[in-house]
T-cell receptor, first 117, second 116 residues
């Protein structure tokens, strides 16, 4: 099955700085890489995702990059704000139609991001 | 759509009691997932269904856990008998796979289970 590793486990930045969270995956056939944000006491919610046919995707202050050769993808948050403080999870599914993995996701262990004033 | 709906939001029960968690997925979604979240183990996939059929239950901890999906709009996760180590937040999520393309998994608000 898919194995997803995420680093760092905690990250503290000053407001306005950038934050980068990295993940690696094991299944070379994986083709979908979402990032979820979970605020304290709330549900995980998708903030951005990328498919294997592109190397980068950006949405305002957040971006995700994908390196399929190295099997890693990263979340970049620029101009961080206090409301960005949360736990961030990367995820990946078993790859492709042929594996029959369907839509299930293996999540990384999470990164606790703290944006300090 | 109101999103994925889980009940109850909180459950406190005594060790040995049966616990039933409920989930209503988003209408039209063909995948339903049950996840367990703890500080120690993070988000773990317990079981998932495709078109109401259980596909992979390899994440279910032991025989005390069972899940059903009798129709497209309802699923249950049952723990019998419950133990203190089952204390966690249980999330249900649903998604739609179209033409072999994975799409966003939407999570319910979770059930916080405490077994004393």
């Amino acid at each position: 099955g898919e194995n997803v590793e995420q680093h760092p486990s905690t990250l503290s930045v000053q407001e306005g700085d950038s934050a980068v969270i990295k993940c690696t995956y094991s299944d070379s056939a994986s083709n979908y890489f979402p990032w979820y944000k979970q605020e304290l006491g709330k549900r995980p919610q998708l903030i951005i995702d990328i498919r294997s046919n592109v190397g980068e995707k950006k949405d305002q202050r957040i971006a995700v990059t994908l390196n399929k050769t190295a099997k890693h993808f990263s979340l970049h948050i620029t101009e961080t704000q206090p409301e960005d403080s949360a736990v961030y999870f990367c995820a990946a599914p078993p790859g492709g139609i042929l594996t029959g993995g369907g839509n299930k996701l293996t999540f990384g262990t999470g990164t606790q991001l703290k944006v300090e004033l | 759509d109101a999103g994925v709906i889980q009940s109850p939001r909180h459950e406190v029960t005594e060790m040995g009691q049966e616990v039933t968690l409920r989930c209503k997925p988003i209408s039209g979604h063909d995948y339903l997932f049950w996840y367990r979240q703890t500080m120690m183990r993070g988000l773990e996939l317990l079981i998932y269904f495709n078109n109401n059929v259980p596909i992979d239950d390899s994440g279910m901890p032991e025989d005390r856990f069972s899940a059903k999906m009798p129709n497209a709009s309802f699923s249950t996760l049952k723990i019998q008998p419950s133990e203190p180590r089952d204390s966690a937040v249980y999330f249900c999520a649903s998604s739609l796979r179209q033409g072999g393309i994975n799409t966003e998994a939407f999570f319910g608000q979770g059930t916080r289970l405490t077994v004393v």
